[in-house]
């Protein structure tokens, strides 16, 4: 049972373009809600994180938004580039029972030239 | 700093075999965990330690042993390897549980 879950599994995008991927969550419990980015053959790498007490985060391209009362969070890439082409996971983690990560499924994303 | 160290980078293991995948990290973190990861199934909690001498059960702890005897090490055991072991494993660590998590490269783990 995946408390988190990611769509799409994977998504082309052109250069310049938007990317999206979305997560939907089930336990309302849930607080704090990260990024991770990662490239063929890496680990993951923390990209961007936001806690529900906002509805937006933006860092540079990057931007998570929040909808808490549909518990769903989403990533949105601007004019992206072909060097944002990786797997993209969702995560959440709550802080009143270890703060231990539950990963969605992954997007893996190719941004074509 | 080296961050997080892993190795091997690839194994193959007959089934029954065991083996311990090594972890390492330089960055005094007091969090290390083990996560395995399949397609479309993200990433799975294995073990943790917040701690040395202190380890808990993830999602996923079946099959899997763990100790934390120095801040820095925290190695994974495959007590009877099992094709359903067949996996990417990644180590993390961070300073504590609600952190950000810093991973290490992977193992491909390949149990035939």
């Known amino acids: 049972q995946q408390q988190v879950k990611q769509s799409p599994q994977s998504l082309i995008v052109q250069k310049g373009g938007i990317s999206i991927i979305n997560c939907a969550y089930e336990?309302?419990?849930?607080?704090?809600f990260p990024w991770y980015q990662q490239f063929p053959g890496k680990g993951p790498a923390l990209l961007i994180a936001?806690?529900?007490?906002?509805s937006e985060k933006k860092e540079g391209r990057f931007t998570i938004s929040f909808n808490k009362s549909a518990k769903q969070f989403s990533l949105h890439i601007m004019d992206s580039q072909p060097g944002d082409s990786a797997t993209y996971f969702c995560?959440?983690?709550?802080?009143?029972?270890?703060?231990?990560?539950?990963f969605g499924g992954g997007t893996r994303l190719m941004v074509k030239p | 700093n080296a961050g997080v160290t892993q190795t091997p980078k690839f194994q193959v293991l007959k089934t029954g075999q065991s083996m311990t995948l090594q972890c390492a990290q330089d960055?005094?973190?007091?969090?290390m965990s083990w996560y395995r990861q399949d397609p479309g199934m993200g990433l799975r909690l294995i073990h943790y330690?917040?701690?040395?001498?202190?380890?808990d059960q993830g999602e996923v702890p079946n099959g899997y042993n763990v100790s934390r005897s120095t801040t820095e090490d925290f190695p994974l055991r495959l007590l009877s390897a099992a094709p359903s072991q067949t996996s990417v494993y990644f180590c993390?660590?961070?300073?504590?549980?609600?952190?950000?998590?810093?991973f290490g490269p992977g193992t491909r783990l390949t149990v035939t």
């Open positions: 993390a660590s961070s300073y504590w549980t609600g952190a950000e998590q810093y």
């Open positions: 336990n309302t419990a849930f607080d704090y």
């Open positions: 936001i806690r529900p007490d906002v």
């Open positions: 995560a959440a983690s709550m802080s009143n029972a270890g703060n231990m990560l539950t």
């Open positions: 960055m005094n973190h007091e969090y």
């Open positions: 330690s917040v701690g040395a001498g202190i380890t």
